[in-house]
């Protein structure tokens, strides 16, 4: 049974940092392109960031130079440190994955709320 667990969302005030993390189970996470999605009330869910098997990595333009995603394939976890937060990131962010490189990632996780106060 394929498993990806997130922790590490909550509420933080503007200016804050936070570090969400992911840890799969059920797959060979080497093979694995990894992703951070988020989605607020009323708004579709969208790509903050990428990290490819290869670690290769993208970010959505409106979170570049404030998170980094990374990757630790000995631990199956993949994490995403979030600095500079802005009330705009308050979402529920949800991890992915997926072996192709180009369309839809095969497993998610249930998502953990990041509130950002102003």
């Known amino acids: 049974q394929v498993q990806l667990v997130e922790s590490g969302g909550g509420l933080v005030q503007a200016g804050g940092s936070l570090r969400l993390s992911c840890v799969a189970s059920?797959?060979?996470?080497?093979?694995?392109?990894m992703a951070w999605y988020r989605q607020a009330p009323g708004k579709q869910r969208e790509l903050v960031a990428r990290i490819l098997s290869s670690h290769v990595t993208n970010y959505a333009d409106s979170v570049k130079g404030r998170f980094t995603i990374s990757r630790d394939n000995a631990k199956s976890t993949v994490a995403l440190q979030m600095n500079s937060l802005k009330p705009e990131d308050t979402a529920v962010y949800y991890c992915?994955?997926?072996?192709?490189?180009?369309?839809?990632?095969?497993?998610w996780g249930q998502g953990t709320q990041v509130t950002v106060s102003s």
């Open positions: 992915a994955g997926g072996r192709r490189v180009v369309g839809p990632n095969d497993y």
């Open positions: 059920g797959i060979i996470f080497n093979y694995y392109n």
